[in-house]
């Protein structure tokens, strides 16, 4: 496969202090990107893939769907910046329909992994300019240049309702930055819906216990790289749908009263304690339209499925 062209390392991970602070507080929690190693990359996309795993196939779905109406308002010669890249599925769907791309910017955390989609992108699409930026997508990484005056616009794609991860005023912060990359352009955002939560609920809780290994991979990730140590079976997979705060949360919750250590620090858990590994915020679609206007965008078309269940929106930038 062709080498790909251009690589820059904005981010060594912070994931033993991040994990230390996280020990240390009470209630204890963490960034969910800390998730996104090689294997949790792996697991992550095998849980796409998962019949009660409904966000990726109706995104899909309305990308297959709506891609030549989202590929005009892109616009020619646009560079596209995804953020939080991963297996680069669905941004195909949308670089199959654009006109003379003028680059596009994958940025992912997890580096071998987004190297490797690149390059198998890069043999599908010879000529595109890709610019991959291994880093955290949260923090203002510095991007390769936009077009030049009198060619394309700069967007942004952010599928798969990553958004959800962010607190509201985290969701705030977060498009108010990209609304200044991107100002100009325009961002096309994937956002999960409110839904029943049984659905919400299966869709976390699957029958394959995937998203268990997903979520007890953080864990073991600290034991491959920092050597923490931890009972075996001594921590299980905890979501749930917290309805007053529209989230699933997904805690790692301890089995009994034990003891963690990293690094020659130890933690007690007793049991029943969790760390709070994830929040996947939900939305309707006039609030996430309210939200994004208030960051500054001017929201513009919404695509969803006939269910519901998912939404894509055009954000003017
Ligand atoms: C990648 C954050 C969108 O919240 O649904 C999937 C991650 N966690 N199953 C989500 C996830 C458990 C996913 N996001």
């Not at 033993?16 to 507080?25: G, P, R």
């Not at 095998?46 to 308002?73: D, K, N, V």
């Not at 890069?122 to 030049?148: K, R, W, Y």
Request: aromatic content about 10%; overall charge negative.
């Amino acid at each position: 496969m062709t080498p790909v062209p251009f690589l820059k390392i904005v981010e060594k991970s912070g994931f033993a202090a991040d994990l230390h602070s996280a020990l240390a507080q009470q209630p204890r929690h963490i960034s969910p990107k800390y998730f996104y190693d090689d294997m949790g990359s792996a697991l992550f996309e095998q849980i796409c893939a998962l019949p009660e795993y409904y966000p990726t196939r109706t995104e899909l779905a309305l990308l297959r769907l709506h891609g030549a109406e989202m590929a005009e308002l892109i616009g020619p010669q646009a560079q596209l910046i995804e953020y939080g890249a991963g297996a680069l599925n669905k941004v195909r769907l949308l670089l199959a329909r654009m006109l003379r791309p003028h680059g596009f910017v994958p940025i992912d955390i997890s580096g071998p992994h987004l190297l490797q989609a690149c390059a198998a992108l890069q043999a599908e699409h010879p000529l595109l300019n890709i610019q991959p930026v291994v880093g955290d997508f949260t923090q203002a990484v510095d991007l390769p240049g936009a077009p030049s005056r009198g060619e394309g616009q700069r967007v942004g794609f952010f599928p798969g309702s990553s958004i959800g991860n962010f607190t509201p005023t985290q969701a705030l912060e977060f498009l108010a930055l990209t609304a200044e990359q991107l100002r100009g352009g325009g961002l096309l955002i994937g956002v999960d819906l409110i839904k029943d939560p049984d659905l919400l609920h299966a869709a976390y809780n699957d029958s394959q216990g995937l998203t268990a290994r997903f979520n007890l991979n953080l864990l073991e990730r600290a034991r491959r790289e920092l050597g923490c140590e931890f009972a075996a079976d001594g921590f299980r997979h905890s979501a749930f749908y917290n309805a007053p705060l529209q989230r699933i949360e997904m805690h790692l919750m301890s089995m009994r009263s034990h003891v963690l250590s990293l690094q020659g620090i130890d933690y007690s858990f007793e049991t029943g304690e969790t760390l709070h590994t994830e929040n996947s915020y939900k939305y309707s679609i006039a609030g996430f339209r309210a939200l994004a206007e208030r960051a500054g965008y001017r929201a513009g078309p919404v695509w969803t499925d006939a269910q519901n269940w998912f939404s894509l929106h055009w954000l003017q930038a």
